[in-house]
């Protein structure tokens, strides 16, 4: 194409005049969809119970994916459960962070042990633990354990060891607890039951 | 337009005329001062919900914690130790985007479609179209907007718009503990208040009333305060906020001058065309050169 002098300066002034024009807002703004999109459209929503307090605020737990095989999972956010009797949706600050401690790299997932006068820590299974403890209860139970106290009345006391339970416990789980170490012979059981 | 209840109202730094047929409710927070226990509930939901994370900082001998707004914080809770009527009180306030019906953020902004005032009253910030400039943190009457030193854009409370368009209520208003923070149509909320400050006023806080600012042609965030007498206790909450008049000058007066100047140009250009006619050249000169 053989553009002339004149041709070269007409063109130029247009395109300069409409790009000002355009500049001064006389352009119509392109279409413009929401902001943001809401995230939680297709979540998968799970019921749980905030692990912090006694006050065991209710949860829901919202993950990526529908739990299709080849789907998985991962909680993308959390937040109050409305249907909750207890807190009907409020949380505190800490269970309103509560995606960062599902997160957390120092979150701990599997049971470890650090024997007597070791500085380390070691991987263990479920087995190996629960063994170890039932073993270690035993013993001490049958070392220390009070069946008659010093009138002769039966009291079945088993005074060495104490038992500390977990703060968002249901009721359930709660009488489940309490039948099993008091009929150990455990005084000294407690609940987690504050903040 | 993808839900009704993100009906644009305006866009900055645009002149075509928003739909307007179509009226939705006015949403409204109420951050009731009075029953607040400075939690921080609402901070952590905050960020939660919208993605960001705020740096672990330092503690400055105060419970706020960060220290002031930012880009990832866009709620923050503001401590202010007084003496009124004798007494020491501690007045912790929610600091966020109040959510203007007059919007300076919006008037200042040169960039189109970067700061959008919803019907339901939400103004909210398009980042993508987001320039940088930093002129809303200018026009902000109450210093709310915050750059990024990540990518130069302005970020700030959205009012959760992705939340109130599905009809849900912003993430900290769900997170608060003790009711402080309600949600609702901009009626009700004032209907809220009315009762809060009546109950208020029984109980000796002769003073209390609401803060639902004139000067910005009231806000879509109202506090209900101990204190309305005395706003700026609140860690320096602005009696009587108002667009600064610079923006005024520039997109008020200015802007349209400019526009005037250079459609003058344009038809001086054209009436000098019609009138004495374009410059001739001589053929054969042009041939010369070519």
Redesign the interface.
């Known amino acids: 194409m053989k553009i002339t002098r004149r041709q070269f300066f007409k063109l130029s002034a247009a395109t300069l005049g409409s790009s000002s024009i355009a500049v001064m807002g006389f352009m119509p703004g392109e279409a413009l969809a929401e902001v943001r999109q809401f995230k939680l459209a297709r979540t998968t929503e799970t019921r749980n119970t905030c692990p912090y307090c006694s006050v065991a605020c209710g949860l829901i737990m919202y993950s990526i994916g529908d739990k299709a095989k080849n789907a998985k999972s991962e909680i993308i956010h959390i937040e109050g459960d409305p249907d909750h009797p207890v807190s009907r949706g409020s949380l505190c600050p800490k269970g309103a962070g509560l995606l960062e401690f599902v997160h957390s790299k120092s979150r701990i997932t599997f049971p470890e042990y650090r024997a007597p006068g070791s500085n380390e820590w070691k991987r263990v299974s479920w087995e190996w633990a629960t063994e170890r403890i039932a073993k270690l209860m035993k013993e001490d139970r049958d070392q220390h354990f009070i069946a008659k106290n010093d009138k002769g009345q039966t009291v079945n006391r088993w005074n060495t060891v104490g038992f500390l339970a977990a703060s968002a416990s249901s009721n359930e789980a709660g009488y489940l607890t309490h039948k099993v170490v008091r009929s150990l012979g455990i005084v000294a059981l407690d609940n987690q039951a504050r903040v | 337009?993808?839900?009704q209840s993100?009906d644009?109202w305006r866009?900055s730094?645009?002149?075509?005329p928003s739909p307007s047929q179509r009226e939705p409710i006015e949403v409204a927070k109420l951050i009731d001062v009075t029953k607040c226990i400075g939690?921080?509930?609402?901070?952590?939901?905050c960020?939660?919900?919208n993605d960001v994370?705020e740096e672990v900082g330092v503690n400055i001998g105060s419970y706020q914690n960060p220290h002031d707004l930012t880009a990832n914080s866009w709620t923050l809770m503001r401590f202010a130790e007084i003496e009124e009527n004798g007494h020491l009180e501690w007045l912790i306030r929610k600091d966020g985007c109040m959510h203007c019906a007059d919007p300076g953020c919006l008037k200042a902004c040169p960039s189109?479609?970067a700061i959008?005032q919803y019907k339901n009253g939400i103004v909210?910030?398009?980042e993508e179209n987001c320039i940088g400039c930093g002129y809303c943190i200018k026009g902000c009457p109450f210093n709310i907007p915050r750059l990024s030193k990540e990518d130069s854009k302005v970020y700030k409370c959205?009012l959760c718009?992705?939340?109130v368009?599905?009809g849900l209520e912003p993430?900290c208003i769900?997170?608060?503990?003790t009711?402080a923070l309600v949600f609702g149509s901009k009626e009700d909320m004032k209907d809220h208040a009315a009762e809060r400050i009546a109950e208020l006023k029984e109980r000796g806080f002769e003073n209390a009333g609401l803060y639902d600012p004139q000067g910005v042609g009231g806000t879509h965030v109202m506090y209900v305060l101990h204190h309305a007498d005395k706003p700026e206790l609140y860690n320096e909450l602005p009696r009587d906020p108002h667009i600064n008049p610079m923006v005024a000058v520039w997109k008020g007066i200015t802007?349209p001058l400019?526009?005037m100047a250079?459609a003058g140009a344009?038809l001086g250009g054209f009436f000098h065309y019609i009138g004495i006619g374009p410059n001739e050249?001589e053929e054969d000169e042009?041939e010369e050169?070519?």
């Open positions: 337009m993808a839900l993100l644009i866009r730094a645009t002149t075509t939690c921080k509930a609402c901070q952590s939901a960020q939660e919900w994370r189109p479609g959008i909210d910030f398009a959205t718009s992705d939340r368009a599905v993430a769900k997170a608060c503990p009711q802007k400019a526009l250079m344009v050249v042009e050169k070519a």
